[in-house]
């Protein structure tokens, strides 16, 4: 079991990995939804939302919440069959920008519709569920990463670290010699 256990790490850190870019995506994007929203004339329309959000039952709200991601998908559609066209770029770039707009779109709904989708038991139960997957991915990512930047800065004792310093001494010996 221990043997499997260690198996398996580097999946469970790559699947923390991208979880916490997910995460991280979520914290960044809806700051600029925000200001989005501050500079475009969203704030009335997020304010209309609100209003009718106050009206609704919960479960009405969930359909609220999920009903804007759904028009993203072709776009997703629309990278892959680009993706399949050997249009590497702008594949990726499709891709890219539908999921941005749909983790922009999502948060910016979120946070209209939290407190009401909050009173559902079991949303309430998934979303400290994800909260708590999240902790548990930052913990297993956390000292991965600071070991990667132990080694980028060339601090720690490792051959790798020494291997840094020595690539860093022989760079600036290259440029003090020109």
């Known amino acids: 079991m221990g043997h499997m ?12 990995i991208i979880f916490l870019i997910e995460a991280w995506l979520w ?15 969203l704030r009335p329309l997020k304010q209309w939302l609100a209003e009718r959000v ?18 993203l998908f ?9 993706l399949t066209h050997q249009y590497w770029l702008s594949a990726v770039t499709m891709i890219l920008f539908a999921k941005l707009l749909g ?24 979303y400290q569920f994800v909260m708590s997957l999240r902790a548990r991915a930052a913990a297993l990512v956390d000292p991965v990463k600071r070991r990667i930047l ?9 051959w790798s670290s020494r291997m840094l310093r020595l690539i860093a001494r022989f760079r600036k010996s290259v440029h003090q010699a020109r």
């Open 54 to 71: 106050d009206s609704l039952s919960p479960a009405m709200t969930l359909i609220v919440f999920i009903v804007p991601v759904i028009p």
């Open 103 to 126: 983790v922009g779109v999502t948060a910016f709904i979120f946070d209209v519709t939290r407190d009401k989708l909050l009173k559902m038991p079991w949303f309430e139960a998934l």
């Open 27 to 41: 914290d960044h994007l809806e700051p600029i939804v925000a200001r989005a929203v501050a500079l475009i004339p």
């Open 5 to 16: 256990r260690r198996l398996l790490q580097p999946v469970w850190i790559l699947l923390a």
């Open 150 to 158: 132990e080694m980028l800065r060339g601090d720690g004792d490792g």
């Open 74 to 82: 072709p776009l997703k559609l629309v990278g892959l069959w680009l």
